[in-house]
């Protein structure tokens, strides 16, 4: 069973910068694809980035393009998301999104994201 665990939230000013973790029981290669969603209350949730596994193709919201990173480190099965440039809107919260082969989804608890001077 795939587990996920978010980490790296927080509270940051506008115009600055966090990195987030996602820690994948699992190899993350075993999975089809992995990403970042925020949800903030009262909206949909949102796709930020994500990757494909094999290839390393990645897809990012249109709000973030050019600010946010997605990024992996094999060999210790975690998932990043580098937060650069942030603003207020970016408040919300965050969470971590895999898609094993089968295509079924799985989601970490998530991380709350803060912006605010």
């Known amino acids: 069973q795939v587990q996920l665990v978010e980490t790296g939230g927080g509270l940051v000013q506008p115009g600055g910068s966090l990195r987030l973790s996602c820690a994948a029981s699992?190899?993350?290669?075993?999975?089809?694809?992995m990403g970042w969603f925020r949800q903030t209350p009262g909206k949909q949730r949102e796709l930020v980035a994500r990757i494909i596994s094999d290839g390393g193709s990645t897809t990012y919201g249109d709000s973030v393009k050019g600010r946010f990173t997605i990024s992996r480190d094999s060999a210790k099965n975690t998932l990043y998301l580098q937060m650069n440039s942030l603003k207020p809107e970016d408040t919300a919260l965050y969470s971590c999104?895999?898609?094993?082969?089968?295509?079924?989804?799985?989601w970490g608890q998530g991380t709350q994201v803060t912006v605010s001077s």
């Open positions: 699992v190899s993350i290669f075993s999975l089809y694809a």
């Open positions: 999104n895999a898609l094993t082969r089968l295509r079924s989804p799985v």
